[in-house]
């Protein structure tokens, strides 16, 4: 696989800024960009086999646990958006608490979050530093093959003998498409009709899962008898997206990965995106 340099490095110049800047409260748009190139940063460091070393895994540690905060706010965000949806920004009665409830939600992971930054900035940025000197080297020398089944492979291996989807199987089947899909934007000749349907996948199955999320917390928050209608409206377009989310990885799983050979998957999809 043939890397893109500027789609290597560029996770880790975005991380330096957005971690030496992050606000105590950062906006939506400040949350989404850190988790996403948190994600890539991952994705780059498992494609080009970084993880055997010592430094990156610490880095690895690091952008996890930031990570996983920051999806903790972006949560909040997206569930917000969702309840105005559904009663629009004037509000019924039901949803201005629930909406309340999940502002002091994302309050308080926001806070989390700032101080976990400000906590581990200084060590976020070491190791920055010294991974961003190992991928200049590796890409220097060139990529080496690794023994066995690459990243990628690896992936397309799973994922072509993955189970049959269902509501119980698809959010795991989202992570593994959305790990493949950042590696495969890695390439600089990767297929753009399958990074663009394995994006497909990651939204429709995301915003599927933002309404299973949305309905456990509205459960806990809200009276079933006086705020039913709103339930009802929450698990109805739950239900909706869980078909349009099933339909879109259904599609995608037998274009593919639906073959009975899954080394033979593996080859025929980087072979594409090659």
Partial sequence: MKLQPDQVEKPLRKLRMQLNALPPNPRPEEVHSLRMYTRR??????????EREKKARCL???IKSVRKAAGEVRDMDVLIGNVLTICGHQGCGPAVRLVEHLAKMRARNARRLHRLVRRERREFSTRLKQSSRLIR????NGVADREGETPPQILITELSHWPSLDEGNLHLFRIRVKELRYMLQLNEQADARLVDALGEVKDTVGEWHDWVELEKIARKVLDPRSDGDLLKRI???GGEKLQIALAAAIRV?????HLPDARKAGV???????
């Fill in 41 to 50: 940063l991952e994705a780059t460091i498992a494609a080009m086999a970084l």
């Fill in 60 to 62: 690895l540690k690091l």
């Fill in 137 to 140: 080297k590796k890409m220097k």
């Fill in 235 to 237: 698990r109805l377009t």
């Fill in 253 to 257: 799983r037998e274009r593919y990965f």
């Fill in 268 to 274: 025929k999809i980087l072979q594409m995106a090659s």
